[in-house]
Nanobody, 122 residues
Framework: QVQLVESGGGLVQAGGSLRLSCAAS????????MGWFRQAPGKEREFVVA????????YYADSVKGRFTISRDNAKNTVYLQMNSLKPEDTAVYYC???????????????WGQGTQVTVSS
């Protein structure tokens, strides 16, 4: 069992930056692919980025490539999402998730966090 708790969301102006954190409980954290998803009002939840157990492989949605960076610290059971050059269209609730590569790409991970709101003003 893995429990995920996100933090770091907030209100930022367009062009600004935020860093999200996801703290995981459970001894098997390092065995999971970790990812971030987001859901804007009236839209479906969408994949943003994922990182493998070692941090050596990552996969980004085209909409965030070059602006967002995912990383993980297995010693701290934490995954991070650095978001730069934020745009109003990045406004959404951001969710941390854990699972396998195919599960995350299918927006069907084993575990979800509760989400953290990110609002980008124009």
């Amino acid at each position: 069992q893995v429990q995920l708790v996100e933090s770091g969301g907030g209100l930022v102006q367009a062009g600004g930056s935020l860093r999200l954190s996801c703290a995981a409980s459970g001894r098997t954290f390092s065995s999971y692919v970790m990812g971030w998803f987001r859901q804007a009002p009236g839209k479906e939840r969408e994949f943003v980025v994922a990182i493998n157990w070692s941090g050596g492989s990552t996969y980004y949605a085209d909409s965030v490539k070059g602006r967002f960076t995912i990383s993980r610290d297995n010693a701290k059971n934490t995954v991070y999402l650095q978001m730069n050059s934020l745009k109003p269209e990045d406004t959404a609730v951001y969710y941390c998730a854990a699972g396998g590569w195919s599960d995350l790409r299918a927006v069907n991970p084993d575990y979800w966090g509760q989400g953290t709101q990110v609002t980008v003003s124009s």
